[in-house]
C-alpha cells in the first residue's frame, strides 16, 4: 500500500491515489462509484465521470468526503484512512496555488481557556457534518446559537469552527463578522457593508462590488458556490441582519450567534446554551485562576461559582480577577461575590452589569417595566398569571411579554408556562426595579400577594378545607377556577414555593393582613400533603403579622391552628401552650366561640397525651359554650372528639356511638360531607371493637362510597382500611388482603404514613 505521508504536494498526492487504486486491484471506475456512494456523507449516487476527475493531475483542490469514501472503498482500514485526511488537509495546506485550507482563513483565535460544552459542541459538529435526509443535504447548513448574555455563545462558535477546519471540513473558506448586535458604543453592523467585505475578501475588486444589497448577496452566493465554506456570523441583531449573508451552496455552514432568539430564519437549526454545570464552571475557574488554588479552597471555589449563577463570563471574571491577586485567598473573593454580587463580578475595567444592561436597554419601555416588576416577585419562577398580577395587566398581555423576554434570552422556559430569571439578571431585575420604581413602589407585591391570596382562597375551598376566615368570596370570585380536587391540590404543588416566598415578602414588608391570611389558605394542603414543617414555618409568620397588626381575634385564631401543627408534629407541650395563649385571647375579647374552639383543641392534645379525663371534661366545657346555629359545626367536633375519647373505653362505647351519631345529624344538617365520612368511620370502628361485624361492614362500605363521591382518597384508604380489618375478625383472609392491598395503594398515591400500617397488615397476615 502506498504511504500517503510521502507525497509532497497536492499532484503527489493525487498520483498516490492512482497507485491505491492500483493497489486494491484496479477496479473499474464505474464499479468504484458504486461502492463510494454508500459511503459519502451524507449517501449519495457518485457517477463514475466524478470519480474519473478525481483521479486527474493537475487539480486545484480536491473533495475531502469524496477522497475519504473513495479510500475506504479501496480497502483502506480505518487508521490508515485517519493517516490519508492528514495527509489530504497537509498537502492542501501547503499548494502554492492555494486551496481548500489556508485560502482565506478569517477565524478569531480560538480561546487557549475554552473549557466544558462537551455535548453542546457534539451536537453542533454533528449538524454540520451529518445532514440526514435527502431534503438537507440540498441546503446550507444552519447553526443558530442562541443564549443569554455572558453564556459563552461565541466562544462554542469559534471553538466549533476552528474543530471543523482542523479536521478537514469547510476547509476553502472561512469567514468571519461581528455584527455587533448587542454593542453599547456601536449601531448593529449593516449587512450591506459585511457583503462587501466578504467580497473583498473573496478576491473581488472594489470597483467590481455592486452597489446596492441584492446585488452584493447575489455575488457573494455566485461567488461561494461549489466552495466548501464556514461562515462565523457573530453576535446577530436579528434574523433581517444575517439573511443575506447566507450562502446557497450545500457544502457551506453558517454559524450564528446572538442573545435573541432567531426563529424566524428558514432552515436554521436553533442551539440553546445554558449555563455550565457546576464541575464546567469548577473547571473554568481553575483554568484560569490556577489548579492549585482551587484544589486547595474546593468549598470557597464552590461558593464563587455558585454566587457567578454558573455563568461562563462571570466565573471567567472571577477567575481572572484571582489571577491578578495571587495573595487573596479564593475564600476573600467568594465573600465579596456575596456581598457585592454585581459590582464584584470584574477584572479590571471588564464587568458584568454593562454586558447584562444592553440586553435590558434593546428592550421596549413596555418590556423594560416587566423585566424591573419580575425584580418584585420573591418567588423561584413565576407564570402569566402572577405577572399580570404584578403589572396589572390582562393575562395574554402578560404572556406575551414572557414570551418576548424569553426570545430576548432575559428569560428562560424551564416547563410549559413557567419562567425563570437567571440569578445575576434577577439581581439586575431588583437593582432597576429600585432605581426606576413604580408609582406606588409597595403596589406590585401588595397586587401579587392578593392574587395568590384570592386564588389559593380558591383552591382552599375546592380541596375542602374546613373553617376558612379572612378573605370574601367576592375577591375569590376574581381568581382562577379549578375543575376538581385533584386541579386545586396541583395548584398547590406547583405553587407552594411562589407562596412561601409571597408570604415571606409579605412579612418584610408589612403586608400583615396576607401574611396570615395565606397561612389560612394554605393549611388543609400542608396537611393532606404533610407538609409540616412549611406549615409551621408559615404558621409563625401569620401568628407574628397578626401580633403587628394588633388584631387579636386573628392571633387566637393563628395560634388555635398553630397548636393543630404542633399536635401533628408529635410536640404536644408547645401545642399545649399555644391553646391556652388562645384561650386567653379569646376569654379577653368574650368571643365564646373561639374559647370552644381552643378547649377542643386543648382536649385533642390531652387526649394524645393519654388525659383522657381531662381531655373528656374539656370537650364537655366546648360544648356548654356551644349554643345557636353558628355554633353547629364547632359543636359537631366537640362531639366527635368527646366520642373519640370514649371510643377506647369499652363501657363508655354505647356513649360513643351515641355522641358520633350526634355529631353526623349535625353535620348532614350543615352539610359537612367530609367530616360526616369520618364519623361513619368512627361508628363503624365502635361496632367492630364491638363484635358487630355486619354493621360495621355496612358502615365502612358507606363510609367508602361517601368518599368516592368526594373524590377523597384518604378517606377512601381509611374505609378500606377498617373494612379489610373487618373480614380479619371474621377470618375472611383473603377479602382482608384485598381490602389493605386497595388501601395500601390509595395512601401511596397521596404519600400518606398510614401506608405503613397497612403494609405491616399484609405482612402479619
Known amino acids: 500500500m502506498p ?16 497507485e491505491l487504486r492500483a493497489w486494491a486491484g484496479t477496479p473499474s471506475y464505474r464499479m468504484l462509484a458504486e461502492r463510494v456512494g454508500p459511503l459519502m456523507r451524507p449517501t449519495s449516487v ?22 475519504m469514501a473513495t479510500v475506504r472503498a479501496l480497502g483502506v482500514s480505518e487508521p ?63 447553526s443558530a446559537i442562541e443564549g443569554m448574555a455572558g453564556v459563552g455563545k461565541t466562544q462554542l462558535a469559534i471553538h466549533a469552527a476552528h474543530q471543523l477546519v482542523r479536521s478537514g471540513r469547510f476547509a476553502d473558506v472561512q469567514l468571519h463578522a461581528n455584527l455587533r448586535g448587542f454593542d453599547a458604543e456601536h449601531p448593529p453592523t449593516d449587512p450591506s457593508a459585511v457583503l462587501e467585505a466578504f467580497l473583498r475578501q473573496l478576491g473581488v475588486p472594489a470597483q467590481q462590488i455592486p452597489g446596492t444589497r441584492d446585488e452584493r448577496a447575489a455575488m457573494f452566493r455566485d461567488r461561494l458556490r461549489e466552495r466548501h465554506a464556514l461562515i462565523l456570523l457573530d453576535n446577530a441583531a436579528d434574523e433581517n441582519q444575517v439573511r443575506d449573508l447566507i450562502p446557497a451552496n450545500p457544502t457551506c455552514l453558517v454559524l450564528i450567534t446572538s442573545r435573541r432568539s432567531l426563529t424566524a430564519l428558514d432552515n436554521a437549526t436553533p442551539h440553546q446554551l445554558d449555563v455550565f454545570t457546576g464541575s464546567e464552571a469548577l473547571a473554568l475557574l481553575a483554568r484560569i485562576a490556577g489548579h492549585d488554588r ?9 461558593r464563587i461559582a455558585e454566587y457567578c449563577g454558573y455563568l461562563p463570563l462571570a ?21 465579596k461575590l456575596r456581598d457585592g454580587r454585581l459590582s464584584a463580578i470584574r477584572a479590571g475595567n471588564r464587568t458584568l452589569r454593562p454586558v447584562f444592561h444592553l440586553s435590558y436597554q434593546e428592550l421596549d419601555e413596555p418590556l423594560r417595566r416587566i423585566f424591573r416588576l419580575l425584580g418584585h416577585h420573591p418567588g423561584p419562577d413565576t407564570t402569566p398569571a402572577q405577572v399580570a398580577a404584578l403589572a396589572d395587566i390582562p393575562a395574554d398581555q ?27 439578571l434577577r439581581l439586575l431585575a431588583v437593582e432597576l426595579a429600585a432605581a426606576e420604581p413604580e408609582p406606588e413602589p409597595a403596589a406590585p407585591l401588595t397586587r401579587l400577594a392578593t392574587w395568590c391570596l384570592a386564588t389559593g382562597y380558591t383552591a382552599a375551598t375546592t380541596i375542602g378545607t374546613p373553617n376558612l376566615t379572612g378573605i370574601t368570596r367576592a375577591q375569590a370570585a376574581e381568581s382562577a377556577r379549578f375543575e376538581d380536587y385533584d386541579d386545586a391540590l396541583a395548584w398547590f404543588d406547583e405553587e407552594q414555593h411562589t407562596l412561601a416566598a409571597v408570604q415571606q415578602a409579605a412579612a418584610e414588608a408589612g403586608l400583615h393582613q396576607h401574611v396570615w391570611q395565606l397561612a389560612e ?109 353558628e355554633a353547629l359545626p364547632l359543636r359537631a367536633k366537640a362531639l366527635l372528639n368527646r366520642a373519640d375519647v370514649h371510643k377506647s373505653h369499652r363501657d363508655r362505647r354505647p356513649q360513643a356511638i351515641a355522641g358520633f351519631r350526634e355529631a353526623l345529624t349535625i353535620l348532614r344538617q350543615i352539610g359537612d360531607r367530609h367530616s360526616e365520612a369520618f364519623a361513619l368511620g368512627n361508628i363503624a370502628d365502635c361496632h367492630r371493637l364491638d363484635g358487630d361485624l355486619d354493621t360495621a361492614l355496612d358502615l365502612y362500605r358507606e363510609q367508602q362510597d361517601l368518599a368516592r363521591t368526594l373524590a377523597d382518597a384518604y378517606i377512601q384508604a381509611e374505609a378500606l382500611l377498617g373494612i379489610g380489618d373487618t373480614h380479619a375478625g371474621a377470618q375472611r383472609t383473603a377479602a382482608a388482603r384485598h381490602a389493605w392491598t386497595k388501601a395500601l395503594a390509595l395512601y401511596e398515591k397521596i404519600d400518606h404514613p398510614k401506608a405503613t400500617e397497612a403494609r405491616r397488615r399484609l405482612a402479619e397476615q
Open 80 to 142: 490508515e484512512a485517519v493517516r490519508w485526511r492528514q495527509a489530504c488537509i497537509r498537502v492542501h495546506a501547503e499548494a502554492k496555488t492555494g486551496g481548500p485550507v489556508g485560502v482565506l482563513s478569517q477565524l478569531p483565535t480560538d480561546l487557549a481557556t475554552f473549557t466544558g460544552r462537551r455535548e453542546e459542541l457534539t451536537r453542533l459538529i454533528e449538524a454540520a457534518t451529518h445532514q440526514r435526509d435527502e431534503e438537507a443535504a440540498n441546503t446550507v447548513v444552519i
Open 3 to 18: 504511504d500517503p505521508s510521502s507525497a509532497a504536494d497536492l499532484a503527489d498526492f493525487i498520483g498516490l491515489l492512482g
Open 521 to 629: 389558605a394554605q393549611k388543609h394542603f400542608f396537611v393532606v400533603r404533610r407538609h409540616l414543617d412549611d406549615f409551621l414555618t408559615a404558621q409563625h409568620l401569620a401568628v407574628a403579622a397578626t401580633r403587628a397588626e394588633g388584631d387579636r381575634k386573628a392571633e387566637a385564631l393563628m395560634l388555635t391552628t398553630l397548636g393543630g401543627v404542633y399536635w401533628m408534629a408529635g410536640r404536644l407541650d408547645e401545642s399545649e401552650d399555644c391553646c391556652l395563649k388562645a384561650r386567653h385571647l379569646y376569654q379577653a375579647t368574650d368571643d365564646h366561640m373561639g374559647e370552644a374552639s381552643t378547649l377542643i383543641a386543648h382536649g385533642v392534645v390531652k387526649t394524645h397525651q393519654g388525659d383522657h379525663e381531662p381531655a373528656d371534661e374539656l370537650f364537655s366545657r366546648a360544648l356548654d359554650l356551644l349554643d345557636g346555629p
Open 398 to 424: 402578560a404572556e406575551d411579554a414572557l414570551e418576548h423576554l424569553q426570545d430576548e434570552h432575559l428569560l428562560t422556559q424551564p416547563t410549559p408556562g413557567r419562567y425563570e430569571l437567571h440569578d445575576l
Open 315 to 335: 466565573v471567567s471574571l472571577a477567575a481572572a480577577r484571582l489571577r491578578s491577586r495571587p495573595a487573596w485567598p479564593l475564600q476573600h473573593l467568594a465573600d
Open 294 to 302: 482551587v484544589a486547595a479552597e474546593p468549598e470557597a471555589a464552590a
Open 46 to 67: 457518485v457517477s463514475h465521470s466524478t470519480l474519473v476527475d478525481a483521479f486527474k493531475p493537475g487539480r486545484r483542490r480536491l473533495d475531502m468526503d469524496l477522497v
